[in-house]
């Protein structure tokens, strides 16, 4: 035997040892490491000759050291390392005999043989689940060195003698992660095999699945337990009334319509690909069948004939993603612009103020996503009042000031324009009065996409860091149901309400009407005479469990408008956003109204605008303007379609006007035809006999007046104050440059809407107006409107 010399060598080191040289077992771990080592050596001729040497020599000095580190006195030897490094009353003279290693030999043998025992059973459950591969077993390079303790090894058998279980990997579907373990006797447990259901949940995005209940038991908790099967859920696309499981969508599966237990019967690992379809792509594919979506699934190892009707279909699909690559379940109501008025039959024009501007930013994120504009989401005069102007502060106590201006319309020739401007009082910070805020946060499953519930924390994040240790902060969420997260708390504990909004998760349905009872009822606990109480609603509009209907929130926003809590709407989100649920809230609930589609804008509207979004310093604010005939032939008012009131409203104080902010200012337009010109556009009129056609000329160059009614935050009774507009013969190059700028901006929306109104629509046009009236522009907001233009331009081409 070629290695003889390192038994001779080992037996050298320890020959002054009383212990034997040997111990049971040894000698089978010895001959298994000596044929290792002849093998490696025959087998890798390229391997030096004096390496086995080396090591060996080194095995030596390294056990010599090991023998005067731990000497304690002279005549106390190296101990074998397999040995244990203690000692007991059996030693002799502090060796260890051999009943010692005749003990510690057993005592290992039963260890491997328990390991044994427990390792089997996992073995063969493995091999019986096919979804769990262990790992495969691991063969321990063999060293020629001490032996090691050997718990791992079994001597009788062959299986185990040359491996062992370092190792188990559990490889799972879907959410399943995996898990690993170094001990030998990990324990696996068999996991039910999941349906398409369940895998679906809370991985597609856009999928609703609704549990059956049984006794009051959740149904699919029961049979996932038993069965690992979901049968008696439900699958609806979210935003086409997910509520009614009556409304089903369509399978499509390798492109044949099957039905819903076909579906339900696939097995997930076989899904390659899993497509939602809804609104008017899926209709236009599908026809009236398609009402309530469709889920397209592809499966593996389709047949050929399958693989045409799959590619056909994705064709389809891909041709209506183009007209509306944006989701096209956005809800908007459809709405007539204003029409010209015949100022000798009608001279009066009543209006509440809006200083909403959801509109601008919705439109934005339409026309950067390439989406075609939808014409009812275009509101021209939140558009207008996206944008801030320089308009004067008010004197003599006054809440805010009023400014007009008189000069052409930039559309039609020969046509004017009236512009309104109101300025609310600006306010620092140190007097502004303690704010009792309530967050009312949607956590439903539509808001789980990026540009919703992420953003929305992000958002209120800005907000928070705008409050003060005075100012209070509660948190209600509502999805399913609703519930409190966060008691009123001071916004001097900024952790304590960040954390909260970190741990805040999405899913299930919408229950907007009771988050909304609940919030209130919040807000009315921790109210703050005279101070700023409000409930802010963070959501994508998509209400449909409990009070959803339109008219229905409406009633119960204008109920809790009493309460005097006034309301500020936050829309976030797009395919399934409900713009005129939030218009509606935000017009009946004393409020205002913004649509957050990125960090830019959260940090206009929360950040740089948080005084006049969060604090009122006038509400239910009217505009009134009587137009005298003697210079004004028709009129209409540019936007503002669904602020318009009754003449007679003006002075009712029971009528709800919009709300005007600290530092917030609100812009009207009307344009103006004036006497004596021909436009195509002028209404036809009637020869009444009781009305006097005679002008009258004693209110000299009136060109009409202007009244305002208002009324103070904590008060019920309104006051008026009036002003009259002269009426002047100036051109359009002499325009102030907010005036050009405002002008700019409504034309855009006009072409936008595909205004019947207006005869001039060039885009270049209204890009020079703008330019001409961007002035300093500071924050860079009016460059980017320019920079909308020209990226319209491009879509048009």
Excluded at 192 to 201: A, I, K, N, W
Excluded at 376 to 399: S, T
Excluded at 438 to 458: R, Y
Excluded at 660 to 675: K, S
Aim: glycine share 6%; with cysteine; aromatic share 8%.
């Amino acid at each position: 035997m070629e290695n003889n010399h390192i038994d001779q060598q080992f037996n050298e080191a320890s020959k002054f040892s009383e212990e034997p040289t040997v111990f049971p077992g040894f000698e089978k771990v010895w001959e298994s490491i000596e044929k290792k080592l002849d093998k490696k050596e025959e087998k890798k001729k390229t391997i030096p000759f004096w390496l086995p040497y080396s090591v060996a020599a080194s095995l030596i000095i390294g056990l010599g050291a090991f023998y005067f580190v731990n000497k304690k006195d002279s005549t106390e030897l190296l101990k074998p390392v397999i040995a244990d490094n203690t000692r007991d009353n059996t030693s002799v003279n502090g060796h260890v005999t051999s009943t010692d290693i005749i003990k510690i030999d057993s005592i290992t043998k039963q260890n491997i043989q328990k390991v044994k025992k427990k390792t089997e059973p996992i073995i063969e459950k493995l091999a019986v689940n096919k979804r769990f591969v262990p790992a495969p077993l691991r063969i321990p390079a063999p060293q020629p060195v001490a032996p090691q303790p050997i718990v791992e090894r079994d001597f009788e058998t062959p299986d185990y003698q040359e491996r062992k279980i370092e190792e188990v990997v559990i490889v799972g579907y879907n959410k399943t992660s995996a898990k690993s373990s170094t001990a030998a006797n990990t324990i696996v447990n068999n996991v039910p095999q999941p349906t398409v259901y369940s895998s679906l949940q809370g991985t597609v995005a856009g999928i609703q699945i609704t549990a059956s209940t049984v006794g009051g038991r959740n149904k699919n908790a029961i049979n996932s337990i038993n069965s690992g099967y979901f049968n008696n859920s439900e699958i609806a696309i979210r935003g086409i009334s997910s509520d009614k499981l009556k409304n089903i969508p369509l399978y499509i599966i390798n492109g044949k319509i099957e039905s819903a237990d076909y579906f339900r019967s696939l097995d997930p690992d076989k899904i390659k690909s899993l497509n939602i379809l809804k609104g008017d792509p899926a209709t236009a594919i599908y026809g009236s069948k398609a009402a309530h979506g469709v889920i397209i699934v592809k499966t593996q190892k389709l047949s050929r004939k399958e693989r045409k009707k799959m590619e056909k279909l994705q064709e389809e699909i891909n041709k209506q993603k183009q007209i509306s690559p944006v989701g096209n379940n956005e809800s908007y109501d459809t709405f007539v612009e204003n029409p010209f008025e015949l100022t000798r039959s009608q001279p009066l024009s009543t209006f509440s103020i809006d200083v909403d501007n959801a509109s601008y930013s919705n439109i934005r994120r339409m026309i950067n996503n390439g989406q075609a504009v939808n014409k009812d989401a275009v509101r021209i005069e939140e558009m207008v009042n996206y944008f801030k102007y320089n308009y004067p502060q008010p004197k003599n106590g006054m809440p805010f000031s009023i400014s007009t201006e008189y000069n052409e319309a930039p559309w039609n020739p020969n046509h004017k324009l009236l512009k309104i401007g109101l300025q609310g009082k600006n306010l620092s910070m140190d007097q502004l009065p303690a704010s009792n805020l309530v967050f009312l946060i949607d956590v439903s499953g539509s808001m789980n996409e990026e540009n919703k519930l992420p953003l929305l924390k992000s958002s209120l994040k800005v907000l928070l860091n705008q409050l003060r240790p005075k100012d209070k902060v509660g948190i209600v969420v509502y999805a399913g149901s609703a519930g409190m997260v966060l008691p009123s708390t001071s916004a001097g504990e900024k952790e304590k309400i960040m954390q909260a909004l970190n741990n805040l998760q999405g899913g299930g349905s919408t229950a907007g009407g009771e988050g909304i009872e609940l919030a209130y009822k919040m807000a009315q606990e921790n109210f703050v005479n005279n101070g700023n109480n409000r409930v802010i609603i963070a959501t994508d509009g998509d209400f449909n469990v409990g009070a959803s209907a339109t008219s229905d929130l409406k009633t119960l926003i204008e109920d809790k408008r009493k309460s005097g809590v006034f309301l500020t709407c936050l829309g976030f989100g797009m395919g399934n956003y409900k713009d005129n649920t939030l218009e509606t809230l935000a017009d009946k609930g004393n409020g205002n109204y913004a649509y957050i589609d990125n960090m830019q804008e959260a940090n206009k509207f929360l950040g740089k605008e948080f005084a006049g979004s969060m604090y009122a310093i006038a509400k239910d604010v009217k505009i009134q303007i009587e137009f005298n005939p003697e210079y004004v032939q028709s009129y209409r008012l540019i936007g503002y379609e669904n602020r318009k009131l009754r003449n007679e409203d003006f002075v009712n104080d029971k009528i709800d006007a919009g709300e005007l902010g600290i530092g917030h200012t609100v812009t009207a337009l009307y344009e103006i035809i004036p006497a004596n010109i021909k436009s195509d556009f002028t209404p036809k009129g009637n020869n009444l006999k009781y009305i006097q056609n005679t002008h009258s000329k004693e209110f000299g160059d009136e060109l009409a007046t202007i009244k305002f009614r208002y009324k103070k935050p904590d008060e019920d009774k309104s006051r008026e104050i009036t002003e009259s507009i002269r009426n002047v013969d100036y051109k359009l190059s002499s325009a102030s440059p907010d005036f050009k700028f405002a002008s700019s901006v409504a034309w855009f929306g006009l072409v936008l809407r595909n205004s019947q109104l207006i005869m001039k629509k060039n885009l270049s046009d209204i890009e020079n107006l703008a330019r001409q009236g961007k002035n300093k522009d500071e924050e860079g907001y009016r460059s980017e409107f320019l920079r909308l233009i020209d990226t319209y331009k491009t879509l048009q081409k």
